[in-house]
């Protein structure tokens, strides 16, 4: 069965550095979203992509996020200058046309020291 | 401000037997209703989907919407250990369909 995948799964940074979380959707799907999930809490909406565009975002997505889909496979999610709240399990999730649900990829876990 | 509701649980029920788990949500233009099954450390894992009122059955599981109360359950039959994890109830509305998330139900099932 197709699925999301993503890598790495687990990433350790300096505070203020850059980092790039990637995803590869399902391959025929045309909606892709990153969540966050921060440990003991709700899973949350960062970003929403479509058409290669952001078609909506949290106000967690602020300056510092940036999403990018540099190829036809590859959806990537960018945080320019790490903050230690940034540490959370990042998701991304992709879905067909339609009511289609979202799949999920299995997460990157991201440590911010 | 849109909402989705659950009881975090722990919802302790014992091996066999009928788990029961609500959600409500806010937004009355709430357009697709999901459930999502968490085990620790791991991702989302979607369970059911329900788009229109009434029942929808797929195996052990059973999912009801009724909008005109803005609820949504999941129902287990015949519970094993092995469905002993989070279970999250997500919303998403009309547009690009961005999910909402409830906090998600415990749910703990004993051999």
Known sequence: EPEVTQTPSHQVTQMGQEVILRCVPISNHLYF??????LGQKVEFLVSFYNNEISE??????????????DGSNFTL??????L???????????????QPQHFGDGTRLSIL | ?????????????????????????????SQSFFWYRQYSG??????????SNGDKEDGRFTAQLNKASQYVSL????SQPSDSATYLCAVAYTGFQKLVF???TRLLVSP
């Not at chain 2, 909402?3 to 937004?27: F, H, K, R």
């Not at chain 2, 129902?75 to 015949?78: A, H, Q």
């Open chain 1, 33 to 38: 979203y990153w969540y966050r999930q921060i």
């Open chain 1, 57 to 70: 975002k949290s106000e967690i997505f602020d300056d510092q996020f940036s999403v990018e889909r540099p």
């Open chain 1, 78 to 83: 960018k945080i320019r200058s790490t903050k």
């Open chain 1, 85 to 99: 709240e940034d540490s959370a399990m990042y998701f991304c999730a992709s879905r067909g046309t339609g009511d």
């Open chain 2, 1 to 29: 401000q849109k909402e989705v509701e659950q009881n975090s649980g722990p919802l302790s029920v014992p091996e066999g037997a009928i788990a029961s788990l609500n959600c409500t949500y806010s937004d009355r233009g």
């Open chain 2, 42 to 51: 791991k991702s989302p894992e979607l369970i059911m989907s329900i788009y």
């Open chain 2, 75 to 78: 129902l287990i039959r015949d």
């Open chain 2, 102 to 104: 409830g906090t998600g």
